[in-house]
């Protein structure tokens, strides 16, 4: 089997990806090299398998087994990072990549601090050191450009009030309206790993596309990589899905001029125009509190972290009683200032009552 490893050229000792530096490194005896210089080493010949294979560490020579969506690894006895080459050539070749560039140390430093800030989990979640385990995975997406022909039709009206005399008329005068619109998203993201939560990979968004590059398999080395479990098209209805609130969003803020107007017809015609395989990077952490593992995914270009950590019943119930004491307050304060009101009327009434009393006396 085909299996890529990155040898120092000074020391002999494995080479990894240095997301700080953006290097292939050396950190035996500090070599670093630039990626872009590299000849990448994977054959274009055509490879698909749906089995668990079997590879060897040209390091160690132990025995690396991985399943059919594994494209990059680590050697579990020595350590050295390992490309399957064969995983990632033909028709599974990505064309893009978005590299790391948040380092293992930074992404756990800014984690402890997101897990620190959360308002409403427990006390020992923020302040323990609970990290049970963190990969870097570069997941595979799928990049489309569609470009989308909108039919809409619908009807609108324009109400106009006005008075003439004694009477006030409202006026309706209803319209037929269409709108023909040409949409085109570029690079709609959405993946394409199985074993990865889509609710997870949609809340990291956006990735800095502006940090594309042309697909080499040093990018890969010191991390974990999944090659993708489902083509472009088996995916086409998500990423229609996806685009679909976007493009009613254009239809809507087309219209105006009315007093109202709904849409009665919509054809939408979407063609892909382009679809890209690339790999973006994430770091996975799987957190254990309270005898519970909870898993999380932080961004490996922004830093952004998501996920559902644990909550606190007490800061909860605590959060609620704030929050209903600031509307009673508010309540109360606005129910003082309508009784002020009140009172200051019947003040004003008595003193006119008052005014008048005295007039009829004065007349008598």
Not at 10 to 27: A, I, P, Q, Y
Not at 178 to 184: D, I, S
Not at 283 to 309: I, L
Request: aromatic share 12%; charged share 20%.
């Amino acid at each position: 089997m085909n299996v890529i490893e990155y040898k120092c050229p000074n020391c002999g000792s494995g080479m990894v990806f240095d997301s700080e530096k953006g290097t292939l490194t050396c950190h035996s005896c500090g070599r670093q090299d630039n990626i872009e210089q590299y000849q990448d080493p994977l054959s274009q010949q055509a490879f698909s398998s749906d089995e668990v294979q079997e590879y060897h560490c040209t390091s160690c020579g132990a025995v690396i087994i991985a399943d059919v969506e594994t494209a990059a690894t680590m050697c579990n006895f020595c350590g050295s990072a390992v490309v399957l080459g064969d995983r990632l050539s033909g028709k599974l070749a990505p064309s893009l990549i978005i590299p790391f560039s948040i380092s293992k140390e930074q992404a756990t430093q800014a984690f402890k601090k997101w897990c620190r800030n959360g308002r409403l989990t427990p006390s020992g979640f923020m302040a323990a050191n609970r990290i049970k385990g963190m990969t870097g995975v570069y997941v595979p997406f799928w990049l489309y450009e569609l470009h989308n022909k909108v039919d809409a039709h619908g009807h609108a009206t324009i109400v106009r009030t006005y008075t003439r005399g004694d009477y006030r008329y409202t006026e309706t005068q209803h319209f037929n309206i269409y709108r023909g619109l040409h949409l085109n998203y570029l690079r709609v993201p959405i993946d394409s790993s199985k074993k990865m939560d889509d609710g997870l990979m949609d809340r990291l968004e956006p990735f800095p596309y502006d940090q594309l590059r042309n697909f080499k398999t040093p990018y890969l080395a010191g991390y974990v990589a999944e090659k993708y479990s489902y083509t472009d098209s088996e995916l086409l209805p998500r990423a229609k899905d996806k685009i679909r609130s976007y493009i009613e969003e254009s239809i809507s803020s087309s219209v105006s001029g009315y007093s109202t107007f709904l849409f009665t017809d919509k054809q939408i015609d979407t063609k892909v125009m382009n679809a890209e395989y690339c790999m973006v990077p994430v770091w996975m952490f799987q957190y254990d509190y309270n005898r519970k593992s909870y898993t999380f995914a932080m961004n490996g270009q922004t830093g952004k972290v998501v996920g559902k950590p644990p909550l606190s019943m007490g800061k909860m119930a605590a959060w609620f009683a704030g929050i209903a004491s600031v509307s009673f307050l508010s309540l109360k304060i606005i129910s003082w200032a309508m009784e002020e009101g009140s009172c200051e009327k019947k003040r004003c009434i008595t003193r006119f009552d008052s005014y008048i009393a005295a007039s009829s006396r004065l007349s008598n």
